[in-house]
């Protein structure tokens, strides 16, 4: 909970056995997930400090954080034109603040229920290939592109 040794902490890769990293934003990153059973699920993870919960943030943080929340889960949900999105933050494996968003499919591993009701350890672990990562992360930064400067300045 302290944060040492925390594995979210910034600095961190842009790439590793995880995530691959596809945007940053004001106070947080984006990164696409590398299990993909849900396709086009990411990942937003706070990056100035060590935090475990929305309530240690100063309100600054917290409308910043909301803002980039919103951004990644509208390109997540234009580029992936799932039925439904799930967006959990749990901190329960990693205390670190971090926001999953999960585009969900009729006929999913899981639909109507949540991801996250089986265990880890039996989670199903899909992994895309090389160029058709690239195609969602190329997908999801083109909506960013498309996109982000008119979301955002509802926030202003």
């Known amino acids: 909970m302290s944060g040492e040794g ?3 902490c910034a600095p961190r890769p842009e790439s590793n056995d995880y995530w691959d990293l596809i945007a940053v934003f004001s106070v947080s990153s984006l990164y696409l ?10 990942q937003l993870t706070f990056d100035p400090r060590h935090v475990a919960r929305l309530d240690e943030l100063t309100p600054d943080e917290y409308a910043a954080l909301a803002g980039d929340l919103f951004l990644a889960q509208h390109a997540v949900a234009r580029a992936m034109n799932p039925d439904h999105v799930n967006v959990e933050s749990l901190g329960n494996v ?19 229920m949540p991801i996250w009701t089986t265990p880890l350890s039996d989670m199903p672990d899909h992994r895309l290939g090389e160029i058709e990562r690239a195609n969602v992360i190329d997908a999801i930064r083109a909506v960013l ?4 400067e008119s979301i955002a300045g509802g926030f202003t």
Do not use: F, M, S
Request: include cysteine; glycine fraction near 8%; charged fraction near 20%.
């Open 94 to 112: 990693v205390p670190h603040l971090h926001w999953h968003i999960i585009p969900r499919y009729l006929g999913d591993p899981r639909w109507g």
């Open 145 to 148: 592109e498309r996109d982000a």
């Open 6 to 8: 925390c594995p979210l």
């Open 33 to 42: 997930a590398k299990n993909q059973t849900y396709r086009g699920q990411c």
